[in-house]
């Protein structure tokens, strides 16, 4: 382990944005200090996609040492550190009983600086338990999660005004059999959106803005 100073972090909840993806209302931190352990992709792949439950014996190895620039007075965060498989390098924010709640990708030339860093430590095998498994879980784009939100709203409001003529030509546009009531196209549709969205559903929303626009002329 060794610590790593002034790199800069969007620790999220919900998911891990790329670099690229990163908002300008997103809370980005200015890390003035944080531990760096090199583990095996293993690892790595639990405690990113999974929910984990670290030992204690770890947690107080990392314990108050990751500081946050901060105007008013030093800040400090109580439980997080590095992990990097020589692949990738994610930051971990973890609470007082070891979980792993929040994740943050890194700045590409930063990450790569810390590649070359870790290949000189040795890898570590660091305690914990999988507590929930999330690893078919899917990564949208935030263009995508905007889209399938979009489409699950429009697909509801439809449903909830009887426009049954726009859910018939969803469904159409989605799959190519058309031999099923309305409510089954509904929740259909919906469970779809939910489980497995895919480029189909780009392309509806492509389509169903431009319907939109013209319609506005």
């Not at 972090?9 to 760096?36: Q, T």
Request: aromatic share 14%; proline share 1%; net charge negative.
């Amino acid at each position: 382990m060794i610590n790593v100073y002034d790199i800069i972090l969007n620790f999220s909840e919900a998911r891990v944005y790329e670099f690229f993806e990163w908002d300008k209302k997103d809370s980005i931190e200015h890390i003035k200090k944080i531990p760096l352990f090199r583990v095996s992709s293993k690892v790595l792949v639990d405690i990113l996609y999974k929910q984990v439950e670290m030992n204690y014996d770890f947690l107080n190895e990392i314990k108050d040492k990751t500081e946050v620039f901060s105007k008013s007075s030093e800040e400090v965060i109580e439980y997080a550190c590095l992990f990097c498989d020589l692949s990738r390098v994610i930051a971990v924010e973890f609470n007082e009983k070891g979980i792993n709640l929040y994740k943050s990708f890194l700045l590409l030339d930063e990450e790569e600086e810390l590649l070359d860093i870790t290949s000189s430590l040795s890898t570590v095998s660091p305690s914990y338990k999988i507590k929930k498994s999330m690893q078919n879980t899917k990564f949208l784009t935030r263009k995508e999660e905007f889209i399938k939100n979009y489409l699950i709203k429009d697909l509801k409001a439809s449903y909830m005004n009887k426009n049954f003529h726009k859910i018939n030509y969803m469904y159409e546009e989605c799959f190519s059999y058309n031999d099923k009531n309305i409510e089954d196209k509904y929740q259909e549709l919906l469970h779809d959106l939910n489980t497995n969205f895919t480029n189909k559903y780009l392309d509806l929303f492509q389509i169903l803005r431009l319907s939109s626009k013209r319609k506005v002329k």
